[in-house]
């Protein structure tokens, strides 16, 4: 996995070589009950662990009893899960290198981007996520990386109006007591969030959790586990959602060959739908996904719909791809300097870019300096300097303003009297 690789001792079968002192019919007792397990056979797995607890009461081992602690753990979270396998829609399930996942999640820009984790604000820090998550404004940057504890944990970062960024801090410790947590993606609301975790209530591996940030205290509610079929005894990698196409994304390791993961497509539902646990003649088929076209509507064309998929994504690609906006005469846009054919026009065009950035600029400038008035005793000497500074600042934009008209205008005459 690029970057980071998750942990994956929690499925080898050779663990139970490390309890000192236990048989080797007892370690067999414990891998060939985390196997069924594994396999969804969970009867099987709670026979052979109940066997293996029996052996311990005979001769105790502190290391075996901890490791049968955590599988009990997580068998019961598999069993308790069965009741609420949530009904979805698969679209698609397409199986990708694990190294380079995210290029086939096809998001569009409103619902953020997920960039490659070398993005600057990240260069001096050790990111343990396959990606990090920017907002669709590029104003607020999320990510993992170890704290001091060497536990995973979610970092955030905000722009300030000066465009730089604010110093990184823990999403919270809500997020850090439920174990190792990475992959993070925010919802458009910017209060709910989706991560992988190893916590507790994780019944193997990665899970994929769901937290929602109270919108008075900022502060991040206990996490909750998706259930089946998102989660399953093996590693989810990460969950992605289109909110205004109703589009999901979630990647896992099941039933993969080593070297590659799984990315189900789905249509979210807007209200959760469950199975009705009685009424379904295999429950655990549902839960594991054994066949996704149980889950399709007959009538539904899915060809078609991963194809409009695609093509929202390329829009999207082409848009993101722009260098700068610009509107021509006849609603045409130019978004690239290849776009203009007047010499005269690009060069034109250049110092118009760069008197741009600063005329933005100097309106964050302003809008800083508004808000610190406002907070300013207007008593004090420091609120007139800060007046006049804001005064200063107004009459630089407006000349800035007509200057950017005058540009505009001399490239806009500059590419017609070149056609």
Known sequence: M??????????IWGACAFLCGTSAVKADLLSEGREAFMNYDFELASEKYEKYSNNLKKSPNASGKELLDQYLRQLEIAENSLDNVQKIEIIDRIDVPTSDYIK???????????????VSLLKNRHNLSDFAYSSEAGDIMMWSENDADHKEVIMQSEKLMDGSWENPVNVGDVIRENGNARNPFLLTDGLTLYFSGDGEESMGGYDLFVATKDPVSGEFRQPIGLGYPFNSPYNEFMMAIDEDNGIGWWVTDRNCLDGQVSIYIFKTNEVRKNYVLDEEDDIISLA???????????STDYVRMLKDIDLRYKKYEKASSAEFIFPMPGGRVAKNMSDFKSSAAKRSLQQYLQALDEHQALEKKLSALR??????????????????????????????SDRLKKMRNTIISSEINNQ
């Open 371 to 400: 808000k610190q008035f406002h907070k300013t005793d207007k008593k004090k000497s420091s609120a007139s300097a800060l007046r006049n500074q804001i005064l200063d600042i107004e009459k630089q934009i407006e000349w800035q």
């Open 2 to 11: 690029a970057k980071a690789t998750f942990k994956l001792g929690r499925y």
């Open 288 to 298: 594991r996904i054994d066949d996704i076209s149980v889950t399709q509507d007959p």
């Open 104 to 118: 086939y999640i096809k998001l569009p820009a409103t619902s953020g981007k997920i960039l490659n984790p070398d």
